[in-house]
């Protein structure tokens, strides 16, 4: 992260959206941002990951072996194997999770490699989904019929999403520790957020790849250096419909 003491300041807090601790906006310049004001807090926040830098060291059941990303009423699986002994297969199952009475249903299945001491990577599409939160996991079945389960970490929501990118006030704006970003994606994107100090950039994202959805970050102020003065907060992404965002935020 790139820090300049030199940085681009503000002259006035007029410029700013204020927001309390909640999110609730309390007044100020309505024209920073770029939101319609919905909520969609009931949507999966979906985690901020980084891609494998070194794909040879993951194993099924591994931390980020098994993901997947969402486009339209579909949901494409992805899980990685370094090592199999005996793998005859996977069966792929889902629940409802608004249904607490909901079993596994079984929706497909993927042949396995049997013995492999090489990276596979494995996808399976569920496709037609209705709206609603689902679980989903893999069912590893053994050559002799034994088998053990792999589940996704965090929930899909399938949902009308909007079409168009948002970029949510932060808040609390002014803020006092940490602060929270709000951005939704309205389709697979690769993101950055970053102050322009100067000459100088401060990431809080570069160029990070990231599925459809909804999206909070929190961020410590003392990981940037600024202090009692005003920050622009630049986003981008190829789903702009301009080149970049911004809000202003106060230190």
């Known amino acids: 992260m790139v820090s300049n003491k030199n940085a681009y300041k503000l002259e006035t807090d007029s410029t700013i959206l ?8 309390l007044g100020g ?4 941002w770029d939101f319609d004001n919905k909520n969609y807090e009931y949507i999966l926040l979906q985690e901020f990951y980084e891609m494998y830098n070194n794909p040879d060291k993951i194993y099924i059941g591994e931390e980020k072996s098994f993901i997947f990303d969402v486009k339209n009423n579909s949901v494409r699986l992805t899980w990685f194997t370094s090592v199999e002994l005996n793998c ?20 497909g299945y993927i042949k396995g490699n049997g013995d492999s001491e090489r990276l596979i990577t494995y996808n399976f599409i569920v496709k037609n989904l209705s709206d609603g939160k689902y679980r989903f996991r893999l069912k590893q079945i053994f050559s002799n ?5 792999h589940v996704l970490s965090n929930p899909v929501t399938i949902t009308n999403f909007e079409k168009m990118f948002e970029f949510y006030p932060v808040y609390p704006n002014p803020v006092s520790e940490k602060f929270i970003v709000r951005v939704f994606l309205s389709e697979k994107d690769t993101v950055s957020l970053y102050f322009v100090n ?7 994202l570069n160029h990070e790849p990231q599925v459809r959805g909804f999206y909070k970050l929190t961020v410590d102020k003392k990981t940037l250096g600024f202090e009692n003065e005003i920050k622009r907060l630049y986003i ?16």
Do not use: A, H, M, P
Not at 29 to 32: K, S
Not at 198 to 204: A, C, P, R, S
């Open 145 to 149: 019929e034994e088998y053990e389960y």
């Open 236 to 251: 981008n992404g190829k789903t702009c419909d301009k080149k970049r965002y911004f809000g202003d935020i106060q230190f």
């Open 198 to 204: 100067g000459n100088d950039t401060t990431y809080i």
């Open 29 to 32: 310049d309505l024209r920073d």
């Open 88 to 107: 005859k297969g996977f069966e792929v199952e889902r629940n409802t999770v608004s249904d607490k009475t909901s079993d596994w249903k079984t929706v």
């Open 18 to 25: 204020r927001t309390d601790k909640y999110g609730n906006i």
